[in-house]
């Protein structure tokens, strides 16, 4: 990784290859370029919820290497119709159902994958793994009831790699270490979940057997840049304490706030990261495109808080499916 200390610091330059729509980064460091990605370039796209991807060219092969992040695209309406768009036409569906992935959604916006990591197993990180999975042979990274939900759908095992949190794996280009956490404290600090999907279990699963199964977070090392992913509103300040990532994807929706110091704690733990963006903070049950996929009020005030509590870091608000492109010089 190149990240350096004071007397050389890296100067990170955010090209953003579309607009940020209503959230303008403002520093001065800020390109807006189009073309195509550079060779040092690391390039995020959003995909709502936790889901993320993560896409470099590598140094020793040229090739390009891509990670997922709890990739959710379908956007289903279930849960709570306060979130439905009126003007969404599309099926509701209970606890009880099946979901199926929206595989046009998908296949209009995921060729390749290397990597997939499952933070946990609730139905808007898990539900579309195990399609991705099958269209792009990509390795999937998750904990015990993860890789069970993925044996339920036919994965094969040569792409599963079962996970307990603790591990740091080098895969040469990219290399990952797991990192034990927590869920978010929903439900006034009551929500508690300790069912896990066993080995055997069979598809179609219900909304209702996708259950959390524990919850982690990961590091991505890739393309010179260390990047520490969150899939929930918590983690464990003991084992991310020390970890110095340029670049963090730090869960922003209001459950954080149930969390004694939330933002300032993570912030100091993982050394002001020189590049912030929000995730799962955003309305997952509208489809894009939706006037009502956003929820601008939550980012707004998680990035009041960053602002307050690591003002240095560049915080970058991702839209939908826009590419965000980082690189190091
Ligand atoms: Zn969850």
Same mark, same amino acid.
């Given at each position: ?20 729509g ?5 520093s ?8 195509? *990605?550079?060779?040092d370039?690391?390039?995020?796209r959003?995909?709502?919820?936790a889901?993320?991807?993560? +896409? ?11 990670v997922?992040?709890d ?7 279930y849960? +709570? *119709? ?14 009880a ?7 046009d ?17 609730h ?5 579309d793994?195990?399609?991705?999975a @099958? ?13 069970n939900i993925?044996?339920a759908y ?17 895969f040469?280009d990219v290399?990952?270490?797991?990192? *034990?956490?927590? @869920?978010s404290?929903l439900?006034?600090k009551?929500y508690?979940?300790?069912r ?5 279990a069979?598809r179609?699963l219900?909304i ?8 982690l ?6 393309a ?7 899939? +929930? ?5 003991r ?7 340029d ?6 929706a ?20 020189e ?5 799962h903070?955003d309305?997952?049950?509208?489809p894009?495109?939706?006037t ?7 980012v ?16 970058i608000?991702p839209?939908?499916?826009?590419p ?6």
């Open positions: 990784m190149k990240r350096l200390d004071a007397a050389g610091r890296v100067v990170l330059l955010v090209m953003v290859a579309m607009s940020l209503c959230y303008p980064s403002e001065p460091e800020t390109e807006t370029v189009s073309g195509p *990605p550079r060779d370039s690391l390039t995020f959003y995909f709502g919820a889901g993320w991807e993560m +896409s470099a060219i590598t140094e020793a092969s040229g090739d390009t290497v891509v997922l992040v990739p959710y695209l379908t956007r289903a309406k849960g +709570s *119709p306060d979130s439905w768009d009126p003007t969404d036409t599309r099926p509701s569906y209970t606890r159902d099946t979901l199926f992935s929206d595989v959604v998908i296949d209009a916006q995921i060729d390749q994958a290397d990597f997939i990591l499952v933070q946990h197993a139905p808007d990180h898990v539900m793994v195990p399609y991705i @099958h269209r792009t042979g990509a390795v999937v990274i998750g904990h015990e009831t993860t890789i993925m044996r036919g994965v094969p095992d040569i792409q599963l790699i079962t996970v307990r949190g603790g591990e740091d794996y080098d040469g290399s990952i270490r797991v990192i *034990p956490s927590l @869920h404290p439900s006034d009551r508690y979940q300790s896990v999907v066993e080995q055997g069979t179609p219900r209702s057997q996708l259950v959390e199964g524990g919850s977070m990961f590091l991505v090392r890739i010179g840049h260390d990047v520490v992913t969150m899939g +929930s509103m918590n983690f464990i300040e084992q991310i304490e020390g970890l110095r990532p670049i963090a994807l730090i869960g922003a209001p459950s954080h706030l149930e969390i004694y110091e939330y933002t300032p704690r993570l912030m100091r733990a993982l050394g002001f990261p590049v912030v963006m929000p995730t903070a309305n997952f049950q509208a894009y495109g939706s009502i996929a956003y929820r601008t009020e939550w707004e005030a998680f990035s009041a808080e960053v602002r307050e509590a690591s003002p240095d870091s560049r915080l608000i839209r939908h499916l826009e965000i492109r980082l690189f190091a010089r």
